[in-house]
């Protein structure tokens, strides 16, 4: 069921921008993309999430195309702790349905020293 | 202020016993959902409820079932269980529509 294409892994240099492509070519209009991330055996962390403007807050910045058929979560500084499993998800809102997130199976970050 | 709190973190369970988990979301939200987590199939959604209703059901067998309480507390069900059953249960929370969710750090449920 996953609606979202993510490369399987990435990694970065401690310090530097990580930068997480995520295509997500069947999205309809009022569909939002949500970043998680997954650290070791801990629950998912939210991230940040967007409609179709780009976001920002103390974490990351979410940067979505204008045809919103694909997005970049910026990570500006990365460190150590940041390592985790990245999800790109599309947030399905039908009705009275308040938000099933649909996985996929997310790109492994791993930033190193 | 507390976070999603699951019980127990850890659990050993034989092949046909059945099993209750916890869920207690952050105060104030109303919406709670269940995902299922294993290696093979990754994060799966379970079901959703709100205002203790059930609002929508991932594509799960009917041993699988759950339940919200007036105070938004939420419980799973998992009966008859099988080894395929193993994995990360996660309870997740969210005050309704354009909010992120809050995920527990999950029970560990282990079928032998």
């Known amino acids: 069921d996953a609606k979202t294409t993510q490369p399987p892994s990435m990694d970065c240099a401690e310090g530097r921008a990580a930068n997480l492509p995520c295509n997500h070519s069947?999205?309809?209009?009022?569909?939002?993309v949500y970043w998680y991330r997954q650290i070791h055996s801990q629950g998912p962390q939210y991230i940040i999430h967007?409609?179709?403007n780009n976001e920002t807050n103390e974490m990351a910045s979410l940067i979505i195309t204008e045809d919103r058929k694909s997005s970049t979560l910026i990570l500006p500084h990365a460190t150590l702790r940041d390592t985790a499993v990245y999800y790109c998800?599309?947030?399905?809102?039908?009705?009275?349905?308040?938000?099933?997130?649909?996985f996929g199976r997310g790109t492994q970050l791993t930033v190193w020293p | 202020k507390a976070g999603v709190t699951q019980t127990p973190r850890y659990l050993i369970k034989t092949r046909g016993q059945q099993v209750t988990l916890s869920c207690s979301p952050i105060?104030?939200?109303?919406?709670v959902s269940w995902y299922q987590q294993t290696p093979g199939q990754g994060l799966q959604f379970l079901f959703e409820?709100?205002?203790?209703?059930?609002?929508n059901k991932g594509n799960f067998p009917g041993r699988f079932s759950g339940r919200q309480f007036s105070n938004s507390r939420s419980e799973m069900n998992v009966s008859t269980l099988e080894l395929g059953d193993s994995a990360l249960y996660l309870c997740?929370?969210?005050?309704?529509?354009?909010?992120?969710?809050?995920f527990g750090s999950g029970t560990r449920l282990t079928v032998v």
């Open positions: 967007g409609l179709k």
């Open positions: 998800i599309v947030r399905v809102d039908r009705g009275s349905t308040l938000g099933r997130l649909y």
């Open positions: 069947t999205i309809s209009g009022n569909e939002y």
């Open positions: 997740a929370s969210t005050p309704g529509t354009n909010y992120g969710y809050t």
């Open positions: 105060s104030g939200h109303r919406s």
């Open positions: 409820y709100f205002s203790e209703t059930q609002r």
